[in-house]
Nanobody, 125 residues
Framework: QLQLVESGGGLVQPGGSLRLSCAAS????????IGWFRQAPGKEREGVSS????????NYADSVKDRFTISRDNAKRTVYLQMSSLKPEDTAIYYC??????????????????WGQGTQVTVSS
């Protein structure tokens, strides 16, 4: 079974940057599309970005477009989310998730089968 582990969260000031990583253990990642999701306290989980299995397709939520960049290194079994120009409203627990088929991208969480445990991102001065 695919296991995903997120890392790279932390406390950052507004305007700062963080890079999140989503690493797969034991199984190859290149069959799966990967999505990043986030959930803030008292809010529903929302899709942030996703990337196809070969990295050729990506999509972003409007709220993060032009600030976040998703990428992947299948040889390292890792997907990244580079976050820049962070705002307090980006504060949330960030999760990565995997789905098949791998050639489509989606921000709909119901399409994803495997989830990581999440990493906290706090944007505050």
């Amino acid at each position: 079974q695919l296991q995903l582990v997120e890392s790279g969260g932390g406390l950052v000031q507004p305007g700062g940057s963080l890079r999140l990583s989503c690493a797969a253990s034991r199984l190859r990642l290149d069959y799966y599309a990967i999505g990043w999701f986030r959930q803030a306290p008292g809010k529903e989980r929302e899709g942030v970005s996703s990337i196809s299995s070969d990295g050729g397709r990506t999509n972003y939520a409007d709220s993060v477009k032009d600030r976040f960049t998703i990428s992947r290194d299948n040889a390292k079994r890792t997907v990244y989310l580079q976050m820049s120009s962070l705002k307090p409203e980006d504060t949330a627990i960030y999760y990565c998730a995997a789905k098949t088929p791998g050639w489509t991208v989606s921000l709909r969480d119901e399409e994803y089968d495997y989830w990581g445990q999440g990493t906290q991102v706090t944007v505050s001065s």
